[in-house]
């Protein structure tokens, strides 16, 4: 599945189903598993953060979160007694930004592919079933193509 939006498209292709089930399980920091370090997180953002300011204020689901955290950054913003405080706050915005914007892709991409209701073993076993047909797909190619 590709996507016209590349911060989305990053996602899709970076977390797979178990994480994905286990993100939105779960909620913990520690779910996001490719996006841990403050550097990984800055990253993405430097590079998507159009698209993820976008993807937020059109996702009805989102928005108001998504509002909501604006709104707590701007009041804060107010109580930093200098740069130095300003940007530990900025980094921590960025950072919950980043969070809701990879927990919402992450809760698409689960209800299109029906895991919202599955357990997290029966996502272990469709994510073992995905890497069995792909494995079988590579040995083919290597062996020549001979069935």
């Keep these: 599945m590709t996507h016209n939006n590349p911060a989305v498209e990053e996602i899709m292709t ?11 399980d779960r909620s913990t920091d520690k779910e996001f598993v490719h996006h841990q370090r403050p550097e990984d997180i800055m990253k993405f953002y430097a590079d998507h953060d159009c698209y993820i300011h976008h993807w937020l204020l059109d996702d009805t689901y989102a928005f108001p979160f998504y509002v909501r955290l604006q709104a ?8 930093c007694k200098n ?24 809760w698409d991409l689960a209800a299109s592919h029906d895991l919202l209701d ?3 073993s029966e996502v272990e076993d469709y994510q073992l079933n995905i890497d069995l047909n792909h494995r079988k797909k590579q040995l083919h190619v290597i062996d020549g193509g001979k069935s």
Excluded at 14 to 24: D, F, G, Q, S, W
Excluded at 72 to 79: L, S
Excluded at 83 to 106: H, M, N, P, S
Aim: net charge neutral; hydrophobic share 50%.
């Design 14 to 24: 970076t977390y797979t189903p178990i994480e994905v089930k286990k993100l939105i």
């Design 72 to 79: 707590a950054y701007n009041e804060a913003q107010a109580t």
């Design 83 to 106: 740069e130095e405080a300003r940007f530990g706050l900025q980094t921590l915005f960025i950072k919950d930004v980043v969070y809701l914007f990879i927990a919402t892709v992450a």
């Design 118 to 120: 599955k357990t997290l």
